[in-house]
């Protein structure tokens, strides 16, 4: 019978092959016969087959899963900060008009990041439960910096701002085993 494992299966066929050593399988009864007694050997390499293909797949949706959490984290994180910048380095001398849509589109900017944390990923338990407390936080932060912002906090934006950076960092940290594997 030829070798169940696929990393060797045939291996022995061209080696004898290239030394001009002819070969032929058993007739298919006799096959029937070595499998028959080669059965748990069989079984046991199907199995190992499917737990490692399993889990490189595993793996690949953990790695895909978590490199677009780290760069979600860094957009967001970003985005924070170009936030906090516009409500206080321009202050008054900015049209207002001017803040808005700037304000806008870093908020935009914001919900798509934060859309990559919504999206149902394979991601290994400890990442997901990170990402979903660290979520929670950069809701509350999130809140609180446009809050702040309407009533011209400045201090309080950044305390809210580096709550964003400080979230965002936790989950990059718990996210980095997984998003620096090589995939395949």
Not at 30 to 39: G, T
Not at 73 to 92: L, P
Request: charged residues 25%; hydrophobic residues 40%.
């Amino acid at each position: 019978m030829l070798d169940p494992n696929p990393e060797i299966r045939g291996r022995g066929d061209q080696v004898l092959s290239k030394a001009n050593v002819e070969i032929q399988l058993f007739p298919r009864d006799l096959r029937a016969q070595v499998e028959e007694m080669n059965r748990d050997f069989i079984r046991a390499q199907e199995q190992k087959q499917t737990i490692t293909k399993t889990n490189a797949s595993t793996s690949d949706a953990a790695t895909i899963a978590a490199r677009k959490l780290t760069d979600a984290t860094r957009k967001s994180q970003k985005a924070a900060w170009s936030f906090y910048a516009i409500h206080t380095q321009y202050g008054v001398a900015r049209a207002a008009r001017d803040v808005a849509d700037e304000e806008r589109q870093v908020l935009k900017k914001i919900d798509e990041a934060l859309g990559v944390f919504a999206q149902d990923y394979d991601i290994p338990v400890d990442l997901s439960a990170v990402a979903k407390a660290e979520m929670g936080n950069i809701n509350i932060a999130l809140v609180n910096l446009k809050a702040f912002s309407i009533t011209g906090q400045g201090d309080a934006m950044k305390i809210a701002a580096t709550q964003i950076q400080d979230a965002c960092e936790r989950i990059r940290t718990v996210a980095r085993p997984y998003a620096y594997k090589s995939i395949g």
